[in-house]
């Protein structure tokens, strides 16, 4: 984007600018066509040309920041009380980036532009790396690698949710695979959404299933509570689902093979209480959800009312846990458990 | 230190010849800048020393002869090229010739 209220040196400008190849670029005559302008121009760069007649004219540049901030900004100025002035506005606004003297030489001017351009193209690159691979790994994941705490595992208090679908073999069977990979994707991306909206992290997905922790304030009742959103209508979906929830310490960290630069590691999070909660998702019928009685007494969510089942032998626990399972569709419509 | 030019002035031509190759005034202009805040630094140099006194006024009177004869320059480059030396506007001719150069 240009801003010259100058008819003669925006024309300049301009020629200069597609003669080296910048064709996609937006006029502006005056700040007061901006705020319409910048509703649905996103430029990378906005050129003002300061005139040093027009001291009020730098308002265009505050506009530019306000509406685009992610825009970089380059000012060219007269030397003299012209470009003390437009520094010293730059400095109390940060609302200039680069500010170049005139008359304009092709080597500044030129290399200035292509540098913020290859910053700003890099920037994007990145950032949409960084949108895909968020979508690819752990929530958490990221975190743990940008703190480079790849050797060391945290330790902390968390509730633990698996969901499964029941009878995947026999539904997979039924339908074309393609539909039920299409079904699978529907309904974990669904489930990842509730989840977030608890304030969990999907840790991984398991095939048919995903693994999900709540940690923080709040964790047993946001995990429960989202198991029971979770639950409620999935005996009725065309992929039925079961839940298991359990609260203990993990162990989180990336793990795999560390040995050598780019050998696949992966951010997991481990421990009894994961097998735990993964164990009491298997028993889980379609709909259902299992917890442990300290889920559910700290949680204390009210409604659907919990069904004691009383203590389950949970296979690698030498002690058998102490559960209650909910129905919260059975509930809402109003049968009995 | 006389000017025959304000700030505004000059800053002016400055704005109007735009790109280097085709700002031979505004080159001139940016000499006259240069020499102005050369010679408010060294009017305004604190002097420790009589002999740093006049380091100071040597380059100072040295400065006001050269922004003199820079002035004169950009008045007859000025007056050579067609500027209105009242409105300090370029000439059209001056415009086309630039942008077709360019």
Redesign the interface.
Known sequence: MLIDS?P??R???I??LA?RGYDNVQLVNSALELPTLLESAQPDIVIF?Y???RPESLSALTIVKLQRPQAATIA?V?????LKTVRAWAQQTQGIDVVI??????ERFFMTLRDLLQVKISLRELQSKTQRLSNLVPEGALSAIENSVDDEAELFEAVVLFTDVRGSSQLIRKMPPRSFFELLNQSLSAQSSQIRQHQGSVIKYTGDGLMAIFRGPGKSYLGLRCALDLATGASKQELPFGVGIAKGLVLAGLIGDSGHAGQRRQYDVIGATVHLAARLCATADPGEVIATGDVNAVAKVGSPTPRAIGNVSVRGFSRAVECVAFNPSNENTGVDP | MKERFN??Q???V????????C?CP??V??AI??L??LHEYQMNCASDSVNDAVVHNTIALATEKAHELMEDCLARILDIEGWNMVTLN?PETL?KK??KD?
């Open positions: 100058d003669y040196t024309s300049v400008l020629d200069q003669q040309n005139q040093s007649d060219i007269s030397p003299g009380p012209a003297e005139k008359p304009l030489s092709d | 700030a505004s000059v800053s002016k400055i704005d109007q010849s735009l790109v280097y190759q700002a505004a080159q202009c940016r800048f240069e102005r805040e370029m415009k630039a942008a360019l």
